[in-house]
Structure formats: structure tokens, C-alpha cells
């Protein structure tokens, strides 16, 4: 099965885990998934995420992180910019997700970065993602 945005595919499979309560969902790899993966784990979003399997059959697995009561951490996923319609950001107005309770994820020429690390570097890309 072919997906048209994998991107936006990725954050539906986390979104719907965590609303069913799972542990885990996983995913088809990418290195750019990988990346998203490795933000959300440096921010707390999410427990871990491993790759499994070897070259061409390698899947992406997510543990994801509930609070307490068995909430999950991750409030919100929203995709940004589109395959039909992308969305930039300039050095100088980097947004900001709910008044800085949340991050965005922005693809900048020197990998993915959250809004606060291309503010600190003065840098401007596609907005991937809002995560709250």
C-alpha cells in the first residue's frame, strides 16, 4: 500500500495509539520518520522508538508515554505543510504552538529542528508538524 504522505501517515498511527491507550504502534522507516521520532523522544513526547528489521522491511516502533491517570502525553498532532500546499517559515517569525506549551518541528538545511533550536541558530525551513 502506497501512501501519499507518510509524514502525515506517521503522526495518524501515534495520534490513534494513543487514543486507543496502546503501548506501541509502528510504521513503516524512513530517516526522516526516524528524525521526527528522535525530536519527540528528546522532548518528552514520547518513552523510546526503536528500528527493526533489516534493509527494504524495516519498521519504525514507538513506545509511546501516557501520564498518570493514562492520559497520553501527546495532546495534539497537527501536519502543517502539505504535499499540496507547503508551508515556510522565515528566521525572523519562527510560530509558536500554543504560546510555547507545544513544539513545531521544521525541516531546516541542517536537518530537523524544533521552533526554539532555529530561533537560537537564526534559521528558517518547511514546517513540518505542531505537536502539543
Known sequence: ??????IAD???RIRNAGRAGLAT??????????????ILKK????????????AGKKLLRV?????ANRTP???GLRRISKPGLRRYTGAAK??????????????TSKGLMTDQEIR????????????W
Not at 500500500?1 to 507518510?6: E, I, N, T, Y
Not at 522532548?43 to 533489516?54: F, H, N
Not at 537560537?120 to 505542531?130: A, I, N, P, S
Open 1 to 6: 500500500m502506497s501512501v501519499c504522505d507518510p
Open 10 to 12: 506517521m503522526l495518524t
Open 25 to 38: 504502534t509502528e510504521m513503516p522507516h524512513s530517516r526522516l520518520k526516524n528524525e521526527i521520532a528522535r
Open 43 to 54: 522532548e518528552g513526547y514520547i518513552a523510546d522508538y526503536v528500528s527493526e528489521g533489516q
Open 63 to 67: 513506545y509511546l508515554k501516557y501520564a
Open 73 to 75: 502525553v501527546i495532546r
Open 94 to 107: 519562527p510560530p509558536r504552538v500554543i504560546g510555547g506549551m507545544g513544539i513545531a518541528i521544521i525541516s
Open 120 to 131: 537560537r541558530g537564526r534559521l528558517g525551513g518547511e514546517v513540518l508538524c505542531y505537536v
